[in-house]
């Protein structure tokens, strides 16, 4: 049984905002932590990537350098603030964390680490990372559910980055299988909760200080977005997009495939559930 079904969570005091920040410019979370926020703004990056610089005993890792824009890459060089830039390290293989690995590593002659089973064919990292592994000071925690070869990265002093698996201005997208999971994302929302961090640093977004206030809070989203589905699913058997129609109103310009593909995915898990059923491409509830 999953942890997070036997506790209450709050609804809407776990979101956290911020003004755009500036683009180009570190900074400083942590006396060790810098953030540097490419300028790829949209409906699914919010303010833009942030790419995060930590300190270590060997010089300072980038995670997830986002953008291949060249003031971008020159933008974290600088704020390496002269200390060596030892390693790239990606949380997951999505076009807004992945596109200047390739090019930063190059440039200064580093690897670019990931996760060992990389969810873009085109990709393999130079490192490959399993769960567990520690690098450059941090620990890697395999989190699956917004994509299949997603990381988290613990510090020793109780600091997450989270990557898209937690942020505290949207919701996360999950995609259906193979490359997402509502089950495996609300089993890595439990181990995220577990490892009691005092702050999550998010790959889009502000920092989240009210860490278990917002895990809490995204997997009540969850179970409400499901309860919702199934309360809302049509009598007759439905394709997705009448599904999406009845379920989602006033959706913004460039979110629709984002939303039918996180109803599929809710969809798989229901029907993993036993709870709706699948005929070609129409969804049914069952009629127990």
């Excluded at 905002?17 to 919010?46: D, F, H, K, W």
């Excluded at 200390?83 to 590593?105: C, K, N, S």
Aim: aromatic residues 4%; charged residues 20%; proline residues 9%.
């Amino acid at each position: 049984m999953l942890a997070h079904l036997a506790k209450p969570a709050p609804r809407n005091g776990w979101r956290v905002s911020e003004p755009p920040p500036p683009y180009g410019v570190p900074l400083p979370q942590t006396p060790a932590i810098r953030r540097v926020v490419a300028q790829n703004p949209g409906p699914m990056t919010g303010n833009g990537t942030n790419s995060w610089l930590a300190e270590h005993a060997g010089g300072c890792v980038v995670i997830d350098p986002g953008s291949a824009e060249p003031a971008h890459l020159d933008a974290l060089v600088a704020a390496a603030a002269g200390r060596p830039l030892t390693h790239i390290i990606l949380t997951h293989t999505h076009h807004d964390h992945l596109d200047g690995a390739r090019p930063l590593g190059q440039r200064l002659g580093i690897p670019v680490c990931g996760f060992h089973a990389s969810e873009d064919p085109d990709f393999t990292p130079d490192t490959s990372l399993h769960d567990g592994d520690r690098i450059a000071g941090l620990r890697v925690l395999h989190t699956p559910g917004h994509a299949s070869d997603h990381i988290c990265l613990e510090t020793a002093d109780g600091i997450i980055f989270t990557g898209d698996h937690v942020m505290g201005w949207s919701t996360t997208m999950i995609p259906p299988a193979p490359y997402g999971s509502v089950r495996q994302f609300l089993r890595s929302m439990d181990i995220l909760r577990a490892r009691r961090a005092r702050l999550l640093l998010p790959a889009h977004g502000p920092a989240i200080t009210r860490v278990e206030a917002c895990i809490d809070g995204l997997v009540a989203h969850r179970i409400a977005r499901e309860e919702s589905i199934m309360a809302l699913m049509p009598a007759r058997p439905s394709t997705l997009d009448e599904i999406v129609d009845g379920l989602y109103h006033n959706l913004r310009p460039g979110l629709r495939r984002a939303a039918r593909l996180n109803l599929q995915a809710h969809l798989e898990k229901l029907l993993e559930d036993g709870k709706v059923l699948l005929h070609g491409d129409r969804w049914a509830r069952t009629t127990a």
